[in-house]
């Protein structure tokens, strides 16, 4: 995985890093796998709604570019799950979504 600094969380994902506090937002450093994680506390119920918007955004992008080029990874991007707790926004895409989707819920309690 590629962790990505503000910039490229910008241009990449869409999320402008002034709507966060914190952040961690990581890609596959190999372009064929759909894989990535966002782990942000927004800085507020606006930012939260951004947030969640470039999400939705980002998940529809990777939809329509992975169904042309592998069936494989376009089920996992349509397992992708969102989370949300207060100011806490998850996106995970992944083929271990519900065990890194159950360790963030373990994280939130």
Known sequence: MTVLDSEMMYNFCGVNPQDCDEYYVAVCADSLRADEIWIIKAKDVDALNRIEEAAKNRIQAKDEES???????????????????????????????????????????
């Open 67 to 109: 169904i042309t080029y592998s069936p494989e990874q376009n089920k996992v991007v349509k397992a992708a799950k969102t989370l949300s707790s207060g100011e806490y926004f998850a996106l995970l895409v992944s083929p271990d979504v519900d065990k890194i989707a159950n360790v963030c819920y373990e994280a939130a309690k």
